[in-house]
């Protein structure tokens, strides 16, 4: 089955810098890559995703790469908030079962 | 509310009784997933349907573990006599199509004492 591995498990920045996390994947069948947004005590809530015939997928201050030789994703986050403190997964699917990274959670600084 | 909701939210059992968790999805979805999520972990796939048909069950899941959605609307996931190790937030999740945004419920936290 697919594996996908997501790094740093923590990250603190400062408002108003970028923050990035990567996660790789293993099954070279999976194209479809979802980013969620986990709040405490809240359910996960999708950000962006992007499908394996795109390169990159932006949404204001939120940005998804795909390298797909690689088999790695990333999220960029410009100019964060301190609302974008929250637990971030990224997930990889072949089409059947979502596989998701073990998580990020980020710290934004005022 | 039209997105999806699980019922109940919090559910706290003795050890070796049987508990059951109910989803209800967004009403066109035809696909409905469940997950299992731990404290700083990931959302881990339990099983998942297609309108009625259950198509997938993770090999984590152990037969003390059954979904049923018999008419391709709600879903319900049972646990035979639980254990502690079963306590996690339980998360159920639909979506349109294979390779589309799911769309996650609030889970139903599970603690087994």
């Known amino acids: 089955g697919e594996n996908v591995e997501q790094h740093p498990s923590t990250l603190s920045v400062q408002e108003g810098d970028s923050a990035v996390i990567k996660c790789t994947y293993s099954d070279s069948a999976s194209n479809y890559f979802p980013w969620y947004k986990q709040e405490l005590g809240k359910r996960p809530q999708l950000i962006i995703d992007?499908?394996?015939?795109?390169g990159e997928k932006k949404d204001q201050r939120i940005a998804v790469t795909l390298n797909k030789t690689a088999k790695h994703f990333s999220l960029h986050i410009t100019e964060t908030q301190p609302e974008d403190s929250a637990v971030y997964f990224c997930?990889?699917?072949?089409?059947?079962?979502?596989?998701f990274g073990t998580g990020t959670s980020l710290t934004v600084i005022p | 509310d039209t997105g999806v909701s699980q019922n109940p939210r919090h559910k706290i059992t003795k050890r070796g009784q049987n508990v059951t968790f109910r989803c209800d999805p967004i009403?066109?979805?035809?696909?409905l997933y469940w997950y299992r999520q731990t404290l700083g972990q990931g959302p881990e796939f339990l099983t998942y349907f297609q309108n009625e048909a259950q198509l997938e069950k993770s090999r984590l899941l152990s037969d003390r573990f059954s979904a049923e959605r018999p008419k391709g609307s709600f879903s319900t996931l049972e646990i035979q006599r639980t254990e502690q190790g079963d306590s996690a937030m339980y998360l159920c999740a639909s979506t349109l199509a294979a390779t589309d945004t799911q769309y996650f419920g609030p889970g139903t936290r599970l603690t087994v004492l």
């Open positions: 992007i499908r394996s015939n795109v």
């Open positions: 997930a990889a699917t072949p089409g059947n079962q979502f596989y």
């Open positions: 009403s066109e979805h035809n696909r």
